[in-house]
């Protein structure tokens, strides 16, 4: 429960500093005029991520495919969090250097309207999608509590930064969450190819399949040696921060 609440409170706290950010650029332009779309466009993206998660629950995917889902939702998220780990800009820049040249255009509303369609499109997605893949071993009660307390703790933290000048210590600590988001990464990753390899009978009994069980002893070691990587990357990245400067 615990882990499906986090999913959700790090997803929504994503979708949030990129709205915010994409409504302080259209405010800094003077072009509220396009908050609307910004608003609509968010919108669908939620509802479209939802559907896309409804069409793989009641699309009944066969054990291989969703191993298939596994591997390839882990790997995207690992690259995106490490990503967001070794980069020096933020979310703010980042929008603001997409919209900045493009508000003043005929295609600002669509540009406006699709990109938020996009971010909420993706984040929901993300969530949904992860929380099917490990709905296999998580109870119907453990996944209700977990959304629950994950939208609970968005909201505690969405009020406690309601203005936009207050959100330096939301997105340090979503820089910080990026190493946790890392970890379920490799954790999907390696037991969505476990399942995958389990799927042929000839490979199920192999050692490699033995090592990418979550129930084995070497799973454990195995994530923790993966995780070896993230870490470096923010020691390196707290290192040169510290360092004095010339």
Not at 76 to 93: K, P
Not at 171 to 187: D, E, T
Request: glycine share 10%; proline share 3%.
């Amino acid at each position: 429960m615990i882990e499906t609440a986090f999913l959700v409170a790090r997803e929504c706290a994503e979708l949030l500093l990129v709205v915010w950010s994409l409504h302080a650029c259209l405010v800094g332009a003077r072009r509220t005029d396009l908050l609307v779309h910004l608003r609509t466009g968010t919108a669908v993206g939620v509802v479209a991520g939802l559907a896309l998660v409804a069409v793989l629950v009641l699309g009944n995917l066969s054990p291989r495919a969703d191993a298939l889902l596994a591997i390839v939702l882990g790997l995207g998220v690992l690259f995106m969090a490490g990503a967001m780990l070794s980069s020096r800009t933020t979310i703010d820049g980042h929008v603001a250097g997409w919209f900045h040249d493009a508000l003043d255009g005929r295609a600002s509303p669509a540009m406006v309207f699709g990109f938020a369609a996009l971010a909420a499109w993706r984040e929901s997605a993300e969530v949904g999608v992860f929380i099917y893949a490990s709905a296999p071993h998580l109870s119907a009660l453990d996944i209700a509590g977990g959304v629950i307390l994950g939208l609970a703790l968005m909201l505690t933290v969405a009020l406690a930064f309601r203005t936009l000048g207050a959100r330096v210590p939301l997105l340090a600590l979503y820089h910080l969450s990026s190493l946790l988001l890392c970890l379920i990464a490799i954790q999907l990753t390696l037991e969505g190819l476990g399942g995958l390899l389990a799927s042929y009978p000839s490979l199920a009994g192999s050692w490699v399949a033995r090592l990418l069980s979550p129930e084995g002893e070497a799973f454990g070691w195995l994530c923790a040696l993966l995780m070896l990587g993230p870490l470096l990357v923010v020691a390196r990245r707290w290192w040169t921060q510290a360092a004095p400067k010339a």
